[in-house]
């Protein structure tokens, strides 16, 4: 199809405003968080409604256009990125709270709902949206979805696929699905499950029912000071074993601090190495008790002091710093390669000083902010684009810390995803047997490779191929 | 037939081979074979895909009432001599350990450390991990800690050909790849067979209670579990009981809501406290408080309320799930038939999750029947997990309908072209 007939199609379908076609205009959808991995689709379409979707869907699947469903772009890993052109179907003008179901904990939204206004709707109604990812003020909950998004107080509550109880899903042959509603145990596979976290390969997901999350009767953050990372990092490695529950636990190290303090005002003494900050959460009565045992373990690693944020005012500004900190990069450097990695907790204190020497190695600055209580590590390494010298290293200094992790145990993404970025790592930890399993549920939604083609899957070892190969018998050795 | 025993014979050793095994829902298997390991559940498998013979997993047995019988000629693949700790850093809250462990032997390995997993499945005993998780049976105490969905942070299985695979890994955060657990899990062994599971583990709280209210009207019983949905509380566990009061509560009425309270001992108090007093102002007759030792053996007790594995010859057992604000209705609607029909009926449910287990009684076998057909006419989520082999051919036991089964049977067939594992019984 040419593209004038296929723009002109698309605009018979979700009307003039609904398109962007303008090649200006189409750079700003040319990237997603990943700087790194870039590609153009060949016109942008944004839908607001169900019906729509189905029908560009039909309409690129016939024209035999690849399909790249997007939110706000603030994914890390090139998952909403046109990396083969095509179509990218857009949720911003699919952003509407349907229905917010008290009685049955649940809230109906659009995809393109921003997860921070999310939860800023459903304060009045006593509830929250639990998944809160440093980017909740631009991220929307279909990305959250895709990507199974984590955030800070997943350690406590959970990643979003703890949070979703159905979605509604255009599939490649344009049907529309519902894979459930709320109802515990409905019969069949759990497709919600699948779905939650499958990077907008399997189909566009047009609407979900989400969990609603009390908030909880009460709240203390304090922020433990410590002279390096390796003390801060210890006291979470403890605070777990102790079997003490926070809501979050979260690192920043000297770097991330010194950016914040310019930005925030937070007034953090430079000389601390690491900030630890603390959240526990609750009923009332037992709260102090526990942040009581956490403090104790804080002093007994080192700390140089443990800051109660007192009022309500002190928290908001000790969130907003650990939320906003990969912006006040920034002010470090000109560009940032944000490294999503996890490691067992007990090797946190560990994988820390290896980051260290990695940061050396390649003589580029790493900050370190990060969900220490799920031993999630964000290492950011700093550097600047337009320098190749620096790009080289920075990517050579993420594969170093992707090895360290791999080693202790970990994995090669917590929260971020696949995407384009991480998807030649995916054979560090995956067998052909075990890839070729994930092809295979792919194949039984998508089997032409219609949405977001070129993620997760290495290079080379396509989706479509390797669950052909598994088709004609693949016999893995047993592992 | 002797060619396939001799080869079984030959990879698990002829001890671990059995002739006679007991029958799954009066169809006999071709002979139950016991792997010692996951290599050699593997080479089982494969050998009797070339063999062209089914296979239906194992665990302790106690659900194997559910679904479907299997189609004939199949092998039974024994798990429980896969009952190892294969990784176990308390220090970091995750175990890996083989499919066929028992829970109640993983709960004691846990406990020694002062963790938990809080699975509550029926029969610890005898229920293993791989079959817990194959069915994805729940338990009372998913309200606070969620189930196996949040729990399982990793599976290694067997494919349909005996081809091995595994997904998730050893952290409690993980995007790498699709969520395959979530595949597996609930999926009766229709698409893998699950040879070892890693989970995340909770810290055994440092005080527990429970506080039992009895009610002679459910809708006295309900205005409690409203008023505790309401509050800003976190109960782990809160069942609703009607006709099936657990040891220690027998003598109270004939509906009981009971709460666990878990956590720091404050918090635990603060809980006894409201939950007391809001079950005072919904009409309670009477409220236990139990700690210790009876608290512990009240739970055991409602865990096994769901159980399948030992049933009257006269009773059936369905679960429904529906939307959490329609549980009222729905066990109304169970208890007011079972009373039209003189029926005994017993229900353990999850009072804030939407999900009830029923247990009816009748040796009218069409009285059974009909009570099926009327409570599935307004609960479309009704599934018959258990009860007499007449009763389940032809009824529809997953409900009136399984919803997206089209793609379901894709995914099924991508998994088991040959429809080898479970074949016939699920999916």
């Given amino acids: 199809m040419h593209r004038p007939d296929l723009i002109d199609e698309l605009r018979r379908i979700v009307g003039l405003r609904g398109v962007v076609a303008d090649p200006h205009a189409l750079m700003t959808y040319d990237a997603d968080g990943c700087v790194l991995d870039t590609g153009n689709p060949v016109v942008v379409v944004l839908p607001t409604t169900t019906e729509q979707v189905s029908a560009v869907v039909r309409l690129a699947a016939r024209a035999g256009l690849p399909l790249v469903p997007r939110g706000a772009g603030t994914g890390l890993t090139g998952g909403a990125t046109a990396m083969s052109g095509g179509i990218m179907i857009s949720s911003a003008r699919m952003d509407k709270i349907l229905e917010v179901d008290v009685r049955n904990g649940r809230v109906l939204c659009q995809p393109g709902v921003i997860n921070y206004e999310l939860s800023q709707y459903l304060k009045p109604y006593g509830f929250q949206f639990a998944p809160d990812p440093s980017s909740q003020k631009a991220c929307t909950v279909g990305g959250n979805i895709a990507n199974n998004s984590g955030g800070p107080h997943c350690l406590k509550y959970g990643i979003t696929a703890s949070h979703v109880y159905g979605v509604e899903m255009v599939l490649a042959d344009g049907t529309v699905m519902w894979s459930g509603d709320g109802s515990p145990a409905p019969p069949g596979y759990d497709l919600t499950g699948v779905i939650t976290g499958s990077e907008g390969t399997f189909g566009m997901v047009t609407a979900a029912w989400l969990k609603l999350t009390r908030l909880p009767e009460a709240v203390r953050v304090v922020l433990a000071l410590f002279p390096d990372i390796a003390g801060a990092s210890s006291t979470v490695s403890q605070v777990i074993a102790s079997g003490l529950l926070p809501a979050a636990l979260e690192i920043m190290d000297r770097l991330a601090i010194k950016a914040v303090n310019e930005m925030y005002r937070l007034g953090l003494p430079e000389q601390a190495g690491a900030a630890l900050l603390i959240e526990v959460d609750g009923v009332e009565d037992g709260l102090d008790e526990l942040l009581h045992d956490v403090t104790a373990i804080c002093w007994r690693n080192g700390a140089l002091d443990v800051r109660p944020a007192r009022t309500q005012a002190e928290q908001n500004q000790v969130w907003a710093a650990r939320k906003n900190a990969f912006g006040a990069m920034g002010r470090l450097a000109p560009t940032y390669y944000l490294v999503d990695t996890v490691v067992p907790r007990t090797r946190l204190p560990y994988t820390m000083e290896q980051v260290g020497k990695i940061s050396r190695t390649f003589d580029l600055p790493i900050a370190n902010v990060f969900h220490a209580g799920d031993g999630n590590l964000h290492p950011i390494i700093l550097f600047d684009r337009r320098n190749r010298s620096q790009n080289q290293r920075a990517l050579e200094a993420a594969s170093g810390v992707l090895q360290v992790s791999i080693e202790q145990g970990g994995v090669i993404s917590g929260e971020h995803g696949i995407g384009v970025e991480k998807r030649d790592y995916m054979t560090l930890l995956f067998s052909t047997e075990d890839l070729a399993a994930m092809a295979g549920l792919h194949q039984s939604f998508d089997p032409h490779d219609l949405f977001n083609p070129g993620k997760i899957f290495p290079k080379g070892r396509g989706c479509g191929e390797l669950a052909a190969l598994r088709r004609s018998g693949l016999r893995g050795e047993v592992a | ?427």
Wanted: hydrophobic fraction near 45%; glycine fraction near 8%; charged fraction near 15%.
């Fill in chain 2, 1 to 427: 037939m002797m060619q396939l025993q001799s080869e079984m014979a030959a990879l698990v050793g002829a001890a671990h081979v059995h002739n006679q095994p007991g029958a799954i829902q009066g169809q006999a298997p071709l002979m139950r074979v016991c792997p010692a390991d996951r290599e050699e559940l593997a080479a089982v498998v494969a050998v009797a895909y070339q063999h062209g013979v089914g296979v239906v997993p194992q665990g302790g047995g106690t659900k194997q009432q559910w679904g479907h019988p299997p189609s004939s000629g199949f092998i039974l693949l024994d798990t429980t001599r896969l009952n190892r700790v294969l990784i176990y850093e308390p220090d970091d809250l995750t175990i890996s350990v083989e499919a066929g462990m028992t829970l109640g032997m993983l709960t004691a390995t846990l406990a020694a450390n002062g963790q938990m997993l809080p699975l509550d499945a029926p029969l610890p005993a005898r229920s293993t991990v791989g079959g817990l998780l194959a069915t994805g049976i729940d338990g009372p105490r998913r309200l606070g800690y969620s189930s196996s969905r949040d729990l399982l942070i990793g599976v290694q299985v067997v494919e349909a050909n005996g081809r091995f695979s595994k997904a998730g890994g050893m952290v409690v955060k993980n995007v790498s790849g699709f969520d395959m657990m979530k595949l597996y899990i609930g999926s009766l062994g229709s698409l893998a067979i699950i040879v070892g599971a890693n989970f995340k583990l909770i810290p055994r709280p440092r005080a527990a209670a429970t506080i039992a209210c009895a009610f002679e009207q459910p809708a006295a019983a309900f205005s409690l579990i409203h008023a505790i949905q309401a509050s800003q509380l976190t109960p782990v566990a809160v069942e609703y009981l009607h006709g099936s009061a657990p040891p220690g509560l027998e003598a109270q009425a004939p509906l009981v809501v009971a709460v666990c309270a878990e956590g720091l001992p404050a918090a635990v108090e603060r809980h006894v406290r409201d939950v007391s007093s809001m079950a005072e102002r919904s009409a309670a007759v009477g409220v236990t408080l139990l700690r210790d030792d009876p608290h512990e053996a009240v739970w055991a007790a409602i865990n096994d309320l769901s159980q399948t594995d030992a049933l009257n010859p006269d009773e059936m057992v369905l679960r429904l799930s529906c939307l959490p604000a329609d549980l009222e209705r729905a066990v109304t609607d169970a208890s007011d038939l079972a009373h039209r029909h003189a029926l005994k009926l017993r229900i353990v449910a999850r009072a804030l999750s939407g999900m009830a287990y029923l247990r009816i009684q009748s040796h009218d076998a069409a009285a059974l029947e009909n009570y099926h057909h009327a409570l599935l006419a307004a609960w479309p989520h009704i599934s018959l997990l258990a009860g007499a082999a007449k009763q389940k051919a032809g009824a529809h036991i997953w409900g009136r309908a399984i919803p997206n089964l089209d793609l379901m049977q894709r995914i099924k067939h991508e998994f088991d072209p040959q429809n080898r594992l479970n074949p016939g019984r699920y999916i």
